[in-house]
């Protein structure tokens, strides 16, 4: 369940969290922030003199000359009672018009003030995402880290402007009544006060389970997101097995089950403001019982009682804006909260103090005693020691889940080793900064990732300076020229996401394409002709052939006959490197990886006969 939900104030320390981390961007604002609070200030004046008109009216023009209040000023004393009216009404209209202007100014000013820096935090909060360690997002949900970004950074500017600026206000306009309040009677003033223990009493209470709710309901939308981007995203394996109605009941039970906790923060929010309402009701009865009795004893003028009512209302008004402010400022907590727990996330992988951009690589790898593991005591690579020098290409070969692509990951920087070191040209890759190591290693995957963006966007991802002629000679390199001219708009045909309306071979091409562009001197390729046929194989694999010509090279694969011209093969079997050596050397030796090759080799022949055979039948 969790720990108890925490009143507004308890919740203090939260928020000052949130407030402290966000100062900065805040800060940058000052100028748009001083405007707008002059605004602020000259509409809490204007309301303190809304109800003042009245008060002339009621003991200056509506009563009889003898029982007409003096100002003690002859030029006003002297004045007609219709020309007081008219005075009256002009004031009315004024100060209106005034205050409406000055709200105006400060809504816009503070509104625009909370959107720039909600704008600022959530492409920090991407940034951020982007450097957090693959070990971090291993165990993420993308779908709950998307409603971070998108909703959850919007509500924290409930937080630093939209619900704090009116709660500002209000209590300045609080401070202002109370004050004119007790001047003019401080013991009516204490009798209406009577009431504010019940208001802080259900404010306190009814708070604490807004705020207990809002968090269930924001980690529901969380998981709800979650679901919609797994199944959408993995759409064709759902429609494939009939997979929709699971889903969608999935999705309709945590919908139900999130829209009975919204009702209920509705409805509690909703009872903390019609509470107010009777906690008003209660207050003006009592005023205007006590007040009207003092007007009849001429302690005060009916001008008095009046502004006194009007006071009383406008400052339980700020009163129901903190009941109001309250609950979104528990719910705006919560979303901070979400927001900042990913925000102090410090990246696992990250670059070390002194890290200097790495120079132009020659391309020799140098792997020394390196163990690793995703979780403690548990290594999945154990001493890995070798050694490859410029324009040597290496096969990584073994059994699933042997470490293979955990290792490439290693040489990307993707994890950092929890034993030795992993070298590049002789230095540790950890003095070097990720961006710059990063920028000189390509990589081609098994399940090339292609945006909804352009075939010529897509490409030039490596290289976002690239001329169109780079681009063609990039694609033609990866024989993908071809395919490209002939879709509706070549290289500015934009593509679906993820690359779906074009086919696996082509998806694998444009991906060689993005790899050659950026003529990085090593190169790493994942399982590259995983999935394709054998004429899209054959076409994949002279253009790797073309992009490997000259660079360092790593290629994982299963497939053993793609790696028979490889300079040095290491067969990886439960975190070790159990063999080593050219195919000749590991034919010889008569090991793990000749056994794998003679299944495979006979695999295949038999794979290639029953193909003859269908052939012959078809004819």
Known sequence: MGQRPQTLQESLPGLWRIWHHFWPYIRQQRILIAASSLALFAEIGLRLLEPWPLKVVFDHVLVTASKREQWGIPAIDALSPATLLILAVLGVVAIAGLRALAAYYNTVGFALVGNRIVTVVRHELYRHLQRLSLSFHN??????????????????????ITA????????????????????????????????????????????RRIQEVSRQQRRREGKMASTAAESIGAIKIVQALSLEGIFSQAFSSQNKKNLKEGVKAKRLAASLERTVDVLIALATA???????????????????????????????????????YTGRLAKASAAGDRVLDILEQVPEVRDLPGAMPAPVFAGAVRFEGVSFSYEPGQDVLKNIDF?????????????????????????LRLYDPVRGAVLIDGRDIRQYTLESLRAQISVVMQDSILFAASVRDNIAYSAPLATPAEIEAAARLANAHEFIEALPQGYDTILGERGVTISGGQRQRIAIARAAIRNAPILILDEPTTGLDKQNERTVMAALE???????????????????????????????????????????????????????????????????????LCH
């Open 164 to 207: 704090v600026v009116p709660l500002l206000g209000s209590f300045l306009i609080l401070l202002g009544m109370l004050g004119v309040m007790f001047w003019l009677h401080w013991q009516l003033t204490l009798l209406a006060l009577l009431t504010v223990p019940l208001f802080w009493l259900s404010t306190v209470r009814l708070s």
């Open 286 to 324: 009592l005023v205007l019982w006590y007040g009207a009795r003092l007007v009849q004893r001429q302690v005060l003028t009916p001008g008095d009682l009046l502004v006194f009512l009007a006071y009383l209302k406008n400052a339980f008004k700020p009163m129901q804006d903190f009941a109001k």
């Open 139 to 160: 165990k993420a949900r993308s779908g709950d880290l998307t409603l971070r970004v998108i909703a959850d950074v919007g509500v924290i500017q409930e937080v630093t």
């Open 387 to 411: 050694q490859v020098y410029p324009g040597q290409h290496v096969a990584l070969v073994g059994a699933s889940g042997g470490g293979k692509s955990t290792l490439a990951s290693l040489l």
């Open 546 to 616: 073309r992009l490997a010509q000259g660079r360092t090279t790593f290629v994982i694969t299963h497939d053993l006959h793609l790696v028979a011209r490889a300079d040095l093969i290491l067969y990886l079997e439960g975190g070790r490197v159990v063999e080593r050596g050219t195919h000749a050397e590991l034919m010889q030796n008569n090991g793990y990886y000749a056994a794998l090759y003679r299944m495979q080799r006979a695999s295949r022949d038999r794979n290639t006969n029953e193909e003859e055979s269908i052939e012959h």
